[in-house]
Structure formats: C-alpha cells, structure tokens
C-alpha cells in the first residue's frame, strides 16, 4: 500500500520492481563475438556447503554438523537444436563424441542477467566449465515445439561479480 500511496503522490515516482528472469545472455570466453550464445533457459545457480554430522559423546540433545566444503549443482542451457557449424556444438563434439582423442578445454563461462536497458545488473562467472551431458528432449509428434538440446556443464566454482 505504501508503494501506491507515493506513486499517487509523485506520479513520475519510479518503482523498484525486482528483476524479470527472462532477459539474460550467456558469454563464453572463447566466443569473442561469435553469436552463439542464445538459450532458451539457464538453471543450476547455486553452491551449497556439505556438512558432516558428528556425534558428541555423552551428549544426546543434538548432533554437530561440521562444513566439509562448497558443492555446486551443474549448470544447464537449454536452446533450438544448433547447426552443427556451431562453436558450442563443436566443443561439446569434442568433449562427448571424440573419445578423448583431444584433451579436454574447460572454458570460463559468464551468466548476466540483464535489465530492460540492455545493461547487466547480475552476473555469474563458472570457471573451468565444460560440457559432461549433452542430450535432445523428446520428439512428440503432437506437439508443435522447437527441438530442444540440453547442455550440462561441470565447473570448478563460481564467483557472483554483480
């Protein structure tokens, strides 16, 4: 209520609203300038402390949880199926379809989610990110959709920088 009271006072007030999810851009750092970043969705953001559980002797009331160190989730893009002249697809080729015939290059990977000024006002850099499962969903002949390719990517932490 306290929103629309000023708003009603000061009509060019400007509202904080929070950030939409549906404006964001994907950035490898071997890209440069290459156009083939455009993902239908990004999930997995996150990190969570692993715990050990540790038993006091003699004492019953509770247990210790004892931090053991950072996990993180993998990350996963989701876009159309891409041409096979793509830079992503290539990577993810060399990493899951050559055998380890060439060694793998992990890449640092950048999420920025972006205002309606084209300005990012988050961020998340995955260092030493590579692909390690690379599929196509399902082909439903009763649906009218895109064929969609899902890319999981492992990497060694994550730093927020916005």
């Not at 708003?7 to 156009?35: C, E, H, K, R, T």
């Not at 993810?92 to 006002?121: G, S, W």
Request: with cysteine.
């Amino acid at each position: 209520m306290v929103i629309g009271a000023l708003s009603a006072l000061n009509p060019l007030a400007v509202v904080d609203y929070p950030p939409s999810a549906f404006y964001f851009q994907v950035a490898f750092a071997q890209a440069s300038g290459i156009s083939d970043t455009s993902f239908q969705e990004v999930s997995g953001i996150g990190s969570e402390i692993e715990t050990e559980e540790v038993v006091e002797g003699g004492e019953n009331r509770y247990v210790h949880l004892l931090p053991k160190g950072v996990k993180h989730p993998k990350l996963t893009l989701k876009r159309g199926i891409a041409k096979n002249t793509s830079p992503l697809v290539k990577w993810c080729r060399t990493v899951l379809e050559a055998d380890f015939v060439e060694r793998i290059v992990p890449q640092l990977l950048t999420v920025y989610l972006m205002n309606e000024h084209k300005e990012p006002i988050r961020a998340w850099s995955f260092a030493n990110a590579y692909p390690v499962n690379w599929e196509v969903e399902d082909f439903n002949s009763t649906k009218n959709e895109v064929a969609i390719e899902k890319i999981d990517f492992s990497y060694t932490y994550s730093n927020r920088l916005i």
